[in-house]
């Protein structure tokens, strides 16, 4: 169970998938993972929170920046930094507009860096290149 201060307003919902892992993306505010697992590459779970316009307070854990850019499209804390955790998941839970923009830039980025539109167009980019030589 949860304590503190942001008990009443943070939710751990376990493994979901499906739609009801679609539907809490929906129903959420931010979305948070404070990765350092040793195995963890590329998170899909942070794309698809982008896809969904969340901000992502997530770590500096392997290629985790390169999917989230820090003060852009969320926040980022180092791994084990629960204070700074703690502030962040804070300040985005007081400043709503900047929660809003956060996620609106995440959802920008993902529509040009995930979405299959883009993977098309990269694809019919080298297709069209390695017809040329």
Do not use: N
Not at 42 to 70: H, K, N, Y
């Amino acid at each position: 169970a949860l304590a503190g201060e942001f008990a009443d307003r943070v939710s751990l919902h376990g493994v979901l998938d499906g739609e009801a892992k679609w539907d809490r993306y929906r129903q959420a505010s931010i979305f948070c993972m404070p990765t350092f697992f040793e195995a963890e590459g590329a998170p899909l779970v942070i794309i698809e929170a982008m896809m969904f316009g969340l901000p992502v307070l997530s770590t500096t854990w392997r290629s985790v920046p390169d999917l989230v850019t820090d003060g852009k499209t969320g926040l980022l804390v180092s791994p084990h930094d629960a204070q700074g955790l703690a502030g962040a998941l804070q300040s985005l839970l007081v400043d709503s507009g900047w929660r809003h923009e956060l996620g609106m830039s995440g959802r920008w980025a993902f529509e040009e860096r995930f979405s299959l539109e883009s993977h098309l167009a990269a694809l019919r980019d080298v297709l069209l290149d390695v017809g040329r030589t």
